[in-house]
């Protein structure tokens, strides 16, 4: 088996093979979504509780339906009635999860870090990470390749613009790790105040020009002003900000003609993109994203619930023994 990962926690953790495999896995499921009859039995008889200690509609969405089709009893554990707000810990969360053995945790947190310590303390379950602060978010990364594989017929020596706040984003962190790891070429354009420290020795080429960091790029990937994480003024105003930074049909010519545009959603339209372009069905990719979500998300459990299906088959083994 070359994907090998226990959890889904960061794409740092996972070899270009393993990489290959979530993506080989997904294109089938892209088939199965696209039919009338929808379901796998990948995850019979498993139970999935997703945990989103911050709000999210579309990954939460799109882990429900991933765990359904396959087969998977799956809760949705809301952290605005849980006692998290009644002040339990982390670790007391975790222990009352082990109580219910769930076979697949999706946990989102606001803190960078959260979903490995949980990781650590859940027994006997596989922890995939939905976003845990400005850290990683490995299935945005996942589902943004295979919507560039699929739209530009490969996934190595790309030129890939990354454009706007970096310095919050996980999603450009998971990106920048899984198309480096792939052999494309990343670009950073953003504002130097929307950078993030260290930038200079992450071995991308960074820009705060639109024109320059857009030049001959195969795809441009917009991202979300992260307001919730910015403590202060990181912008002058929004509208400074479209007319530097906003992508439009005239800052998109500096890339080549055929590229993609894409973005992670939610978008703020005349923030960050131009609402035109994002509804150009002959540029953008935004709605290929999103059913790439689910495909990537169903083979990510699929290929995690095998791993644990195996160790759980070695160890009873071992007791037999
Ligand atoms: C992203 C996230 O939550 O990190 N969105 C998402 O997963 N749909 C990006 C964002 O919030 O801007």
Request: proline fraction near 3%; aromatic fraction near 4%; charged fraction near 25%.
């Amino acid at each position: 088996m070359t994907f090998r990962a226990r959890h889904l926690l960061g794409i740092e953790h996972l070899s270009p093979d393993e990489i290959r495999a979530v993506l080989d896995l997904a294109e089938r499921y892209v088939d199965l979504n696209r039919r009338t009859v929808k379901h796998g039995d990948a995850l019979e008889g498993l139970t999935q509780i997703n945990m989103f200690f911050e709000v999210s509609t579309r990954t939460q969405a799109s882990f429900e339906l991933a765990g359904k089709r396959l087969g998977a009893d799956v809760m949705n554990m809301s952290v605005a009635t849980s006692s998290v707000r009644k002040g339990e810990t982390l670790i007391d969360t975790a222990l009352s999860l082990n109580a219910m053995h769930p076979d697949l945790l999706v946990v989102r947190h606001p803190s960078s870090g959260a979903v490995h310590l949980l990781a650590q303390k859940v027994q006997d379950c596989a922890v995939l990470n939905a976003g845990d602060g400005r850290h990683e978010h490995p299935t945005q990364a996942l589902l943004d390749a295979l919507t560039i594989r699929r739209a530009k017929g490969r996934l190595h020596r790309l030129t890939v613009a990354i454009c706007g706040d970096i310095a919050h984003s996980r999603v450009a962190r998971s990106n920048l790790l899984l198309l480096a790891r792939m052999e494309n070429r990343v670009r950073l354009i953003g504002p130097p105040t929307l950078m993030p420290a260290g930038v200079g020795d992450f071995g991308c080429e960074v820009t705060d020009d639109m024109a320059e960091g857009l030049r001959d790029a195969d795809v441009v990937m917009m991202l979300r002003l992260q307001r919730e994480r910015m403590d202060g003024g990181f912008i002058p105003s929004e509208r400074e900000y479209y007319h530097r930074y906003g992508l439009d049909a005239a800052k998109l010519a500096a890339a080549r003609p055929d590229a993609i545009v894409m973005h992670p959603g939610p978008m703020n339209r005349g923030v960050e993109i131009d609402g035109t372009l994002a509804d150009d069905i002959n540029r953008s990719v935004i709605q290929d994203q999103v059913e790439m979500g689910v495909a990537v998300r169903m083979a990510c459990m699929d290929l995690l619930a095998r791993n644990l299906r195996a160790e759980r088959g070695a160890k009873a083994a071992g007791v037999m023994a």
